[in-house]
Nanobody, 125 residues
Framework: VQLVESGGGSVQAGGSLKLSCVRS????????MAWFRQAPGKEREEVAL???????TYTDSVKGRFTISHDKSKNTAYLQMDSLKPEDSAMYYC?????????????????????WGQGTQVTVS
């Protein structure tokens, strides 16, 4: 399985970016695709998850501002980020795994995912 992210960059507060994640190498019927982020000195945290049925889950800090989506025909997941804040600055990673997106009553964590992209940097000033 390969995941390749793109779309990061620098933007002013209040601006928007759209990240893309192209996946190849697997065709699981049931899966979870996710976006995580990691700021310097901080743990990698889940941002948004989307399962094979199209159900989405967001961490509280991005609800109403970020949207995760998936174009199955292009094998590509997206993260539309609007109303960006400086605290959104981080390396953003795409992840995928053959698991439900909700694990133990909460969002799946980084240790639940075995497939990762290389990351794309988002900087908000």
């Amino acid at each position: 399985v390969q995941l390749v992210e793109s779309g990061g960059g620098s933007v002013q507060a209040g601006g928007s970016l759209k990240l893309s994640c192209v996946r190849s190498g697997y065709t699981y019927a049931d899966y979870c695709m996710a976006w995580f982020r990691q700021a310097p000195g901080k743990e990698r945290e889940e941002v948004a998850l989307l399962d094979s049925d199209g159900l989405t889950t967001y961490t509280d800090s991005v609800k109403g501002r970020f949207t995760i989506s998936h174009d199955k025909s292009k094998n590509t997941a997206y993260l539309q980020m609007d109303s960006l804040k400086p605290e959104d600055s981080a390396m953003y990673y795409c992840a995928a795994e053959e698991i439900p997106c909700m694990v133990g009553g909460g969002m799946a964590k980084k240790d639940d995912f075995g497939f990762w992209g290389q990351g794309t940097q988002v900087t908000v000033s």
